[in-house]
């Protein structure tokens, strides 16, 4: 067969950019050649709809081995009771919770998506919108930090079926104690979306959501460094939900329901190849050098953060617990948006993401600030002493926004820094 060389020269491109390039979108990250190789694999042929053991096809007892691998190596990363491989992404995992624990216009609260939340945690554009009735929690306007005395007052007046913890833009460690508590008080379901911190949460950098929430999802992207997918997971204490029965007995219950959530319920047949590729990337995570990685993740948000309000930037929050941070703009920069700087800074070959900060005045295609994380660059090898130099290149092109001629000197820098690091160190 005949190479396609118009998308192979395509997939050149991009690997010379990502090669050259700084990488700080918070969400993404390079993942090991063995990641790659498995997800390119031979079992992207593989039709199996079901789950191990129990498939709606024959000849699955290959791909029986890998996805039960997958699922144990992630109950024994997150020391998990039972879990759930299969969700394309980490908005199917959310929306195959939704479907299992809530009905068409039931209230459930999240995080607002203006104050850092997600799409899938009830924007109106989403399923979660469009089929449930959302309410929000904020931060606060002068801290940054999550209210969580408001998110109390908003659930007993409007009691939703469940809480959810978990943002795509928030820099601090979540208090699921206290929103257990809260929970309970209206007798609704916690809920925790981890898909950024999963990483760090795996290794104990940061508080633990299983304790306290009756599930969990995540993506397998991200700090995880794995291929992109989604994971539900739980942990071992429910005798709420389902009446007074043994954790153990409710354990199974809430699988079983979960896993029907999941296939038949939002998806057919598992992604077989991903599975494998996330099976070798829980694999990884469970070593010695991951930990290692993650703690340097964190190390290097500080430093970065740091770096940034040195320079009279306003990082909301005043600073990170996890991989990322999120920067205000108009403080420094009013009449500057976080789409100009985006678009300025890729034509340097440093890649951000614009994002709304709380209070924001203006539009999510506008924005007034910018969300910057680490994973990435950690895991090409770099370190602390790195930081202030990348928010050097950031600053430089920001502080002289229509100067296009200083884009190719920003560049040049950029692109000898990343030549020394490899794609993953």
Same mark, same amino acid.
């Given at each position: 067969?005949?190479?396609?060389?118009?998308?192979? /020269?395509?997939?050149?491109?991009?690997?010379?950019?990502?090669?050259?390039?700084?990488?700080?979108?918070?969400?993404?990250?390079?993942?090991?050649?063995?990641?790659? &190789?498995?997800?390119?694999?031979?079992?992207?042929?593989?039709?199996?709809?079901?789950?191990?053991?129990?498939?709606?096809?024959?000849?699955?007892?290959?791909?029986?081995?890998? &996805?039960?691998?997958?699922?144990?190596?992630?109950?024994?990363?997150?020391?998990? &009771?039972?879990?759930?491989?299969?969700?394309?992404?980490?908005?199917?995992?959310?929306?195959?919770?939704?479907?299992?624990?809530?009905?068409?216009?039931?209230?459930?609260?999240?995080?607002?998506?203006?104050?850092?939340?997600?799409?899938?945690?009830?924007?109106?554009?989403?399923?979660?919108?469009?089929?449930?009735?959302?309410?929000?929690?904020?931060?606060?306007?002068?801290?940054?930090?999550?209210?969580?005395?408001?998110?109390?007052?908003?659930?007993?007046?409007?009691?939703?079926?469940?809480?959810?913890?978990?943002?795509?833009?928030?820099?601090?460690?979540?208090?699921?104690?206290?929103?257990?508590?809260?929970?309970?008080?209206?007798?609704?379901?916690?809920?925790?979306?981890?898909?950024?911190?999963?990483?760090?949460?795996?290794?104990?950098?940061?508080?633990?959501?299983?304790?306290?929430?009756?599930?969990?999802?995540?993506?397998?992207?991200?700090?995880?460094?794995?291929?992109?997918?989604?994971?539900?997971?739980?942990?071992?204490?429910?005798?709420?939900?389902?009446?007074?029965?043994?954790?153990?007995?409710?354990?199974?219950?809430?699988?079983?329901?979960?896993?029907?959530?999941?296939?038949?319920?939002?998806?057919?047949?598992?992604?077989?190849?991903?599975?494998?590729?996330?099976?070798?990337?829980?694999?990884?995570?469970?070593?010695?050098?991951?930990?290692?990685?993650?703690?340097?993740?964190?190390?290097?948000? /500080?430093?970065?953060?740091?770096?940034?309000?040195?320079?009279?930037?306003?990082?909301?929050?005043?600073?990170?617990?996890?991989?990322?941070?999120?920067?205000?703009?108009?403080?420094?920069?009013?009449?500057?948006?976080?789409?100009?700087? /985006?678009?300025?800074?890729?034509?340097?070959?440093?890649?951000?993401?614009?994002?709304?900060?709380?209070?924001?005045?203006?539009?999510?295609?506008?924005?007034?600030?910018?969300?910057?994380?680490?994973?990435?660059?950690?895991?090409?090898?770099?370190?602390?002493?790195?930081?202030?130099?990348?928010?050097?290149?950031?600053?430089?092109?920001?502080?002289?926004? /229509?100067?296009?001629?200083?884009?190719?000197?920003?560049?040049?820098?950029?692109?000898?820094?990343?030549?020394?690091?490899?794609?993953?160190?």
């Amino acid at each position: 067969m005949k190479r396609d060389s118009l998308v192979f /020269e395509i997939l050149e491109k991009e690997a010379k950019r990502q090669k050259y390039g700084i990488e700080l979108i918070a969400s993404e990250n390079f993942v090991s050649d063995q990641v790659l &190789e498995s997800m390119g694999s031979i079992m992207t042929n593989k039709y199996a709809e079901g789950y191990p053991g129990k498939r709606y096809y024959g000849g699955c007892q290959h791909v029986d081995e890998t &996805e039960q691998l997958a699922i144990d190596r992630l109950k024994e990363l997150f020391g998990a &009771e039972w879990a759930n491989v299969q969700p394309h992404s980490g908005a199917q995992a959310n929306m195959a919770v939704f479907l299992t624990l809530l009905k068409p216009g039931d209230v459930f609260m999240g995080l607002d998506l203006s104050h850092g939340g997600h799409l899938s945690h009830g924007s109106h554009v989403n399923s979660s919108g469009i089929l449930y009735k959302p309410i929000a929690y904020k931060v606060k306007e002068d801290t940054g930090i999550v209210d969580y005395d408001e998110m109390e007052e908003v659930a007993l007046r409007d009691k939703p079926k469940l809480i959810l913890a978990g943002a795509s833009a928030y820099s601090r460690d979540w208090d699921y104690k206290r929103m257990r508590e809260i929970a309970d008080k209206i007798g609704a379901f916690l809920m925790a979306d981890i898909a950024h911190p999963a990483g760090l949460i795996a290794v104990g950098l940061l508080n633990d959501p299983l304790k306290y929430c009756h599930v969990v999802t995540s993506t397998t992207h991200k700090t995880l460094r794995g291929p992109r997918g989604g994971i539900i997971l739980m942990g071992q204490d429910f005798d709420n939900p389902f009446g007074k029965t043994t954790p153990k007995g409710v354990i199974r219950k809430m699988s079983s329901l979960f896993n029907s959530g999941v296939f038949p319920g939002i998806q057919g047949g598992p992604l077989e190849h991903v599975i494998a590729a996330k099976a070798v990337a829980f694999g990884e995570a469970l070593t010695k050098e991951y930990k290692y990685y993650m703690i340097q993740v964190k190390k290097n948000a /500080e430093v970065m953060a740091n770096a940034f309000i040195e320079k009279g930037y306003h990082v909301i929050s005043d600073g990170t617990d996890n991989h990322l941070m999120l920067i205000d703009l108009r403080n420094k920069f009013p009449e500057i948006t976080g789409r100009k700087v /985006e678009n300025m800074l890729v034509l340097a070959d440093i890649t951000v993401n614009k994002n709304m900060v709380p209070f924001d005045s203006r539009s999510p295609f506008q924005t007034s600030g910018l969300r910057i994380g680490t994973p990435a660059i950690t895991t090409r090898g770099m370190k602390e002493e790195h930081m202030p130099v990348i928010v050097d290149f950031i600053d430089q092109v920001i502080s002289d926004i /229509e100067n296009e001629d200083l884009i190719p000197k920003v560049r040049k820098e950029v692109n000898e820094m990343m030549g020394e690091f490899p794609m993953f160190a």
